[in-house]
């Protein structure tokens, strides 16, 4: 089994910053794309940023010019950088990726952690 399990949120000040974490566990064979997903009450789930396996970086456009995801794939790890919050940013955000569980090659299969609350208020 695999477990997906963010971290870093938290209550800021608008114009402040977090950086999110989101770590996996479990026997895993490959990772391919990391996401970042966020949902604001009352609202849908919306991609924020993905990384590919081979590092390939996009971003919603709301977020661009402030928010960085990088990944670390020795720690099975997915980070999300946000500068410069705002009030819109207000949401939960979720981990999402793609991993091949196991030890040998086989079917890919898509992961979500339960996610972590950030809140910019003033």
């Known amino acids: 089994q695999v477990q997906l399990v963010e971290s870093g949120g938290g209550l800021v000040e608008p114009g402040g910053s977090l950086s999110l974490s989101c770590s996996a566990s479990g026997v895993i064979y490959t990772i391919y794309e990391m996401r970042w997903y966020r949902q604001a009450p009352g609202k849908q789930r919306d991609l924020v940023a993905t990384?590919?396996?081979?590092?390939?970086?996009n971003y919603a456009d709301s977020v661009k010019g402030r928010f960085t995801i990088s990944r670390d794939d020795s720690k099975k790890s997915v980070y999300l950088q946000m500068n410069n919050l705002k009030p819109e940013d207000t949401a939960i955000y979720y981990c999402n990726v793609d991993i091949i569980v196991g030890r040998t090659w086989g079917r890919t299969t898509n992961y979500w952690g339960r996610g972590t609350q950030v809140t910019v208020s003033a």
């Open positions: 990384v590919t396996a081979s590092g390939t970086r």
